[in-house]
């Protein structure tokens, strides 16, 4: 949808959080700002997580145009699409998105999402590549996305594991489907065998979904304990112009702390700069890409989350 440009508040507050972290619950009292998120002040010294806000657009922009909003914009973190066979948007028709964007644009500080759009849901709409309502096959398609995924990221130099922390974060696009006993059930198959391998190669897990339908089904899987694998960061869409990564209806306040990001406005036109792009807008506090070096940085930080 296209809607129009918007000026988020926010506080700027030097440093990021380190990767490992905990529900403010000791330390110095916080404040408490509007919309029911607690800031803090903590320091992060390495790529690992994003608090924030971040966009995603379809196609990436050009260095020159990220240069601009670094310097301009609320945004300190981008969701970038790296592939999959259901991608709109596919490197492919993107030539610019490469190893080399990759290095510049987080050298200047942005934290990117990478995402990946494979096989849908199998009671999705649209005609693309679906998951297999038996879950056997569901799950080796599964693995089978993993490792394109895995492939495709370490092509950008997003790299997996390392010593001094966990992989970088894939992100999978799950499109909104109508959840069903036998939809849900394929869905879960296929996450928790993306989940596994992912790990497996050295990277973080993260699924993208609508909040009413694969977060909803994320989250049953959590509360009721279901024998399937979650995912390490959860990024659920629900567009209700709320930048805040917490106080919403689809995720419980105690699941996925230090590790959500909300989708809370979609496609629409913002300027900074004089720089114009179409954009979806996203309120983190969650892992991003490990790029491989280590920055200071100064960023909006709202979270419930201390160091």
């Not at 800031?39 to 994003?50: E, F, I």
């Not at 990759?102 to 494979?118: D, H, I, K, N, Y």
């Not at 199998?122 to 799950?139: D, E, Q, V």
Request: hydrophobic fraction near 40%.
């Amino acid at each position: 949808m296209i809607g129009k440009g918007v000026l988020i508040p926010f506080v700027v507050i030097a440093g990021l959080v380190a990767v490992a972290c905990r529900p403010v619950t000791d330390g110095a009292p916080l404040a408490e700002p509007s919309g029911g998120v607690v800031a803090s002040a903590s320091t992060q010294t390495r790529s690992g997580r994003h608090v924030g806000l971040a966009f995603d657009t379809c196609h990436a922009p050009t260095t020159g145009q990220m240069a601009v909003w670094r310097t301009s914009s609320p945004y300190g973190g981008v969701g970038i699409y790296i592939g999959g066979r259901n991608a709109a948007c596919p490197p492919q028709t993107n030539p610019q998105l490469n190893a080399a964007w990759v290095q510049t644009v987080a050298g200047s500080g942005w934290r990117l999402l990478p995402l990946w759009v494979g096989r849908q849901a199998p009671c999705s709409a649209g005609s693309g590549a679906k998951i297999s309502t038996n879950t056997f096959f569901a799950s080796l398609q599964g693995i089978e996305e993993a490792d394109d995924a895995a492939d495709s990221a370490a092509s950008f130099a997003i790299g997996p594991a390392v010593a001094v922390g966990p992989g970088s974060p894939i992100y999978f696009d799950m499109e909104h489907y109508p959840p069903s006993p036998s939809c849900s059930a394929a869905v879960r198959s296929f996450i928790n065998a993306w989940v596994n391998r992912l790990h497996e190669r050295g990277y973080q897990a993260g699924f993208y979904s609508s909040g009413s339908s694969g977060v909803t089904d994320m989250v049953a899987t959590a509360i009721f304990g279901l024998p399937y694998s979650l995912p390490d960061d959860l990024w659920f869409a629900h567009w209700n112009d709320v930048a805040s990564a917490y106080g919403n209806q689809y995720v419980p306040e105690n699941l996925w702390v230090c590790h959500r990001h909300h989708q809370y406005m979609g496609g629409h036109n913002e300027t900074w700069g004089s720089v114009t792009l179409n954009i979806d807008s996203n309120a983190s506090d969650g892992a991003v890409a490990q790029i491989g070096f280590e920055r200071n940085q100064t960023w909006p930080l709202l979270s419930k989350c201390r160091v």
